[in-house]
């Protein structure tokens, strides 16, 4: 994951993703789907780390609609980081936000810098969820927020046949943890309020949607810029993902913590 050049997600990859989700949305649900994750915290005036930013429309959304003071974006991916710096240059907003390439491992801030830590649907790629609480935990000022989604696993042990063959599709690196790992990570790194709010219902009906978008109305605009191939693949990917979010094994869930004050 670490290589200077990596990239898992190329430009066809964006633009199939944006089609279905929205421009700059590299996850499904939107912007009502960050308002979800963030439902109940102000971040008004707030100084936000943003793991995992992707194409940048989570963090245009936090600045635009939660007015957010400040923004720093990390990804691994150097294209990516280049795409938000573009976003928030043609938005003429490079003063609310701040991106970075970085390694895999601990995050490089001070402590205490930050009154929100957030990712949505990214930290799935970081397979020691305790560093991850650890850091998230350190770099939070008193009384601030962890506040993210991730895709968990309904399952203990090793993946199913067809959990596996999904992760093989998908071909992301993915790194899943279930829930009792989470909450326990969380809790031991010093959070309080520890909360997790399974989404499987909510995304089994909204994968089904997207599935139809795909196979629908968006079908042909793609596959004439991406080619049927790779169309047919994406489907194939909705459809194999559909079958362990039915049974159960692929569970997107919003996490939720809080670093004590003093």
């Known amino acids: 994951m670490a290589e200077e050049n990596h990239q898992e997600y190329d430009d066809e990859?964006?633009?199939?993703l944006a089609s279905v989700w929205g421009e700059g949305y590299m996850?499904?649900?939107?912007?009502e789907e960050v308002d979800l994750v963030l439902c109940g915290l102000e971040l008004e005036g707030k100084s936000v780390l943003d793991i995992g930013c992707g194409a940048g429309g989570v963090?245009?959304?936090?600045?635009e609609a939660h007015q957010a003071g400040r923004v720093t974006g990390v990804d691994i991916e150097p294209g990516l980081i280049a795409r938000c710096r573009r976003m928030a240059a043609a938005k003429g907003l490079e003063h609310r936000f701040e991106f970075i390439r970085v390694e895999p491992g601990p995050w490089p801030f001070e402590e205490e810098t930050f009154d929100v830590v957030f990712s949505k649907d990214a930290i799935i790629h970081i397979p020691d969820k305790e560093a991850l609480a650890h850091d998230a935990y350190r770099v939070l000022k008193p009384g601030g927020w962890f506040a993210a989604s991730d895709w968990l696993a309904g399952y203990e042990g090793p993946p199913s046949p067809a959990m596996q063959a999904y992760i093989d599709a998908e071909g992301l690196g993915f790194a899943l943890a279930n829930d009792t790992r989470y909450e326990a990570a969380l809790k031991d790194a010093g959070f309080e309020e520890v909360s997790l709010n399974d989404r499987n219902a909510w995304y089994q009906d909204h994968t089904r949607a997207d599935r139809a978008r795909l196979a629908g109305p968006l079908?042909?605009?793609?596959?004439?810029?991406?080619?049927r191939d790779y169309v047919a693949h994406a489907l194939d990917i909705w459809d194999k993902g559909l079958v362990v979010t039915d049974s159960g094994e692929l569970r997107p869930t919003?996490?939720?913590?809080?670093?004590?004050t003093r």
């Open 13 to 16: 990859m964006i633009t199939l």
């Open 27 to 31: 996850s499904p649900g939107g912007p």
């Open 59 to 63: 963090d245009l959304h936090l600045v």
């Open 219 to 227: 079908y042909e605009p793609l596959t004439a810029k991406l080619g």
């Open 254 to 260: 919003h996490l939720r913590g809080r670093k004590p």
